[in-house]
């Protein structure tokens, strides 16, 4: 069974960068698209990037577009979220999910999912 453990939040700055990471132990993580999440108080919890079990990276929301990139390294079972030009609106947990093959929209249907790391803006 895949387990999935995310790494590198933290507290950051308005227009600051970090970079999150997912790292999988189990089966191989090359047949498993990787989504990221993120959830804030009070709101649902919605897909930010995700990278199907190619190299094709994805971003699904628009007010990611140029500041998020998603990657993965298969040998070290890692997957990358890159963040900069980091907004107000970028804290929350995040969470990394994983599935077979190709990337989805919805959550129900990533079977395994990280505990999250969480990310807020300091004052």
């Known amino acids: 069974q895949l387990h999935l453990v995310e790494s590198g939040g933290g507290l950051v700055q308005p227009g600051g960068s970090l970079r999150l990471s997912c790292a999988a132990s189990g089966p191989t993580l090359e047949d498993y698209a990787i989504g990221w999440f993120r959830q804030t108080p009070g709101k649902e919890r919605k897909e930010v990037s995700c990278?199907?079990?190619?190299?094709?990276?994805?971003n699904f929301l628009e007010s990611v577009e140029g500041r998020f990139s998603i990657s993965r390294d298969n040998a070290k079972k890692t997957v990358y979220l890159e963040r900069k030009s980091l907004k107000s609106e970028d804290t929350g947990t995040y969470y990394c999910a994983a599935r077979l093959d190709v990337c989805n929209l919805f959550e129900r249907q990533y079977p395994y999912w990280g505990p999250g790391s969480q990310v807020t803006f300091s004052s």
């Open positions: 990278i199907s079990n190619g190299t094709v990276g994805l």
